[in-house]
């Protein structure tokens, strides 16, 4: 069988296979400690639930509008704008099957091939692989561990050429937990501004920063047409499965990102939308009882992982995950790399997590700790033992 060019630029995401190993494992009944997954591990909000249920109850599980309904865009536009004082309309706002969908049709619709795209590593690997497949060429802009992992406009200005079309942003950042200040994204913008370039700010971690830092948005009330927000419901209302994301832009990148949704998934599933209006308008506590926990099971890893001799570990600002050095033990023990230190790590002690090169880092891992404090004491144990063991 033959295969597109397009589809042999990408591979599949390593963070789903760690996953599909380690959910293999516990079906045999292996106890494993999965600090692989990005999702929280609290379950969906009862009032969200019961405003599916309803849907349901209601018949409202026929298609809707392709780029969602009216009703959630107004939610989504006006949650945006209590949150980051925002003033985007419901026409310059997409709903999409996840945040994901919103990332892929932005650069479908705005990257051709040869066209540049500035990305900070460590990097989600979806946008890697996303640019990948659009046949845009990514420029990596590299950031240096000792300062967080987070960079400055003036950094990423260095890499700008005739053929710069995107820069990507996410803050907080997965896999770092590196946030860009407030004054940082705003440059960022200009700079974007200045250059005719697209600003890619995925926000889905917008409301998991840690130690007094206050949830931001970039822009807000100008320059659209260099600006697109791509959002999620999934981390901050725990509504991974339900799949609703959105874009925020300009009108014609919208209507552009439309026709692509209308011939591939067409409109978001109709219940998930209507428990995403839910959500958004709906009470908001659940978001603050995550972050408290979040910040406890942080502290909490960031210090076990310290007491490991030679791991270094920085202090995430935001979202769920940890990013330790873990190069003092690569070339120990037969161990080439990070990859196959994830695998032994897999098979000698039953614990999952994200081996660094995912994210374009090779003497790193990735933990998430959206699990509970009792799985993160576990694994902290395992972790202690299996490099005492190198
Ligand atoms: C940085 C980042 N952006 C976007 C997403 C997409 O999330 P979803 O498609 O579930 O909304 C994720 C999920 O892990 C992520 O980590």
Redesign the pocket.
């Known amino acids: 069988m033959q295969f597109s060019g397009r589809i042999s630029r990408i591979s599949v995401s390593s963070?789903m296979a760690v996953m599909a190993k380690a959910d293999k494992m516990k079906a045999s009944g292996i106890k494993v400690v999965d600090f692989g997954a990005?999702?929280p591990d609290f379950p969906t909000p009862d009032n969200i639930k019961q405003a599916a249920v309803a849907a349901l109850e209601a018949n409202f599980t026929k298609y809707t509008p392709t780029g969602g309904t009216r009703e959630l865009k107004q939610a989504i536009v006006e949650w945006h704008a209590r949150n980051f004082g925002s003033d985007y309309t419901p026409d310059e706002c997409l709903v999409t099957?996840?945040?994901?969908?919103?990332?892929f049709e932005a650069v479908m619709a705005t990257i051709d091939h040869g066209d540049e795209v500035i990305l900070p590593v460590p990097y989600?690997v979806?946008?890697m692989d996303i640019v990948n497949y659009a046949g845009g060429k990514v420029v990596l802009l590299d950031t240096r561990e000792e300062e967080g992992f987070t960079f400055t406009a003036r950094d990423v200005e260095k890499l700008i050429t005739p053929k710069t079309r995107m820069i990507i942003v996410?803050s907080p950042?997965?896999p770092s937990g590196a946030v860009v200040p407030p004054e940082e994204m705003e440059k960022l913008l200009a700079l974007a501004v200045r250059h005719n370039a697209l600003l890619m700010s995925?926000e889905?971690?917008s409301h998991f920063l840690y130690d007094g830092r206050q949830p931001y948005s970039v822009g807000c009330t100008r320059n659209r047409e260099n600006l697109i927000i791509?959002g999620?419901?999934?981390?901050t209302f725990a509504m991974?499965g339900w799949?609703?994301?959105y874009a925020l832009a300009d009108a014609k990148l919208v209507g552009n990102m439309l026709k692509l949704q209308s011939h591939s998934t067409s409109n978001p599933t109709s219940i998930a939308q209507k428990a995403a209006v839910e959500a958004l308008r709906g009470p908001q506590d659940s978001i603050r009882v995550m972050l408290a926990e979040y910040h406890g099971r942080r502290d909490r890893i960031v210090a076990g992982l310290r007491e490991i001799p030679s791991v270094k570990c920085n202090i995430p600002q935001g979202?769920f995950y940890v990013y330790p050095n873990i190069g003092a033990y690569l070339k120990k023990d037969g161990i080439p790399d990070a990859t196959r230190l994830a695998e032994r790590l897999l098979d000698e002690a039953s614990l999952a997590l994200v081996p660094g090169p995912a994210f374009g880092t090779e003497p790193h891992v990735r933990i998430s700790y959206a699990t509970s404090m009792e799985q993160i004491e576990e694994g902290l144990r395992r972790l202690k033992e299996f490099f005492a063991k190198l």
């Open positions: 963070t990005g999702e099957v996840g945040g994901k969908h919103a990332i989600w979806s946008f996410n950042c997965n995925d889905c971690y791509v999620s419901l999934s981390k991974t799949r609703v994301g979202a």
